[in-house]
């Protein structure tokens, strides 16, 4: 199967409230919150990763389809940690800083890396039951959610780890 970008507006607008929420939380708790921010992250939600997120996550459970059981659950799991990889997180930083009107330095990506070695643990838990328990038509919602929740983590990285 080759790899198809989707679009829904329906996934557009997931995108655009909980990544534009979640990263507001993330912004209050470190004493950035601008709306230059807020509305960035909303933009980036609806387009960026409303297209990039569902449109993986089709490719993989269609790639996933001819293999075991097990090994397509795993498979699925892992090639969905592998896609959230730190170069990922290091954009999604990125944007930030760029929202946040701060330099970006090549330092984002030993960041991106300590946040991804942290979150491991938990990233692969949550994406093997994301990928193997959630419906696809829901999956980019409840992973939508949990990229928010990990969007606040990145967040916090990028002030802690920096």
């Keep these: 199967m080759a790899f198809k970008f989707l679009f829904s507006r329906t996934e557009s607008l997931k995108g655009a409230i909980t990544f534009g929420v979640f990263d507001t939380i993330a912004a209050l708790i470190l004493?950035?919150?601008?709306?230059?921010?807020?509305?960035?992250?909303?933009?980036i939600g609806t387009s960026v990763y409303a297209v990039e997120i569902p449109s993986y996550f089709a490719w993989i459970q269609a790639k996933s389809q001819?293999?075991?059981?097990?090994?397509?659950?795993?498979?699925?799991?892992?090639?969905?940690?592998?896609?959230?990889?730190?170069?990922?997180?290091?954009r999604?930083?990125?944007?930030?800083?760029?929202?946040?009107?701060?330099?970006?330095?090549?330092?984002?990506?030993?960041?991106?890396?300590?946040?991804?070695v942290y979150g491991m643990p938990v990233s692969v838990v949550v994406n093997y039951l994301i990928q193997n328990k959630v419906p696809m038509k829901q999956r980019f919602l409840i992973s939508s959610l949990f990229s928010g929740c990990m969007a606040i983590f990145y967040a916090v990285s990028a002030v802690i780890f920096k």
């Design 66 to 90: 001819k293999m075991s059981h097990t090994m397509g659950n795993w498979y699925k799991t892992l090639m969905t940690v592998a896609y959230f990889n730190p170069l990922w997180i290091a």
């Design 31 to 43: 004493g950035e919150f601008s709306w230059l921010r807020l509305v960035g992250m909303s933009l």
């Design 92 to 116: 999604h930083m990125c944007f930030i800083y760029l929202l946040n009107q701060q330099a970006i330095t090549w330092g984002v990506l030993g960041t991106a890396w300590q946040s991804f």
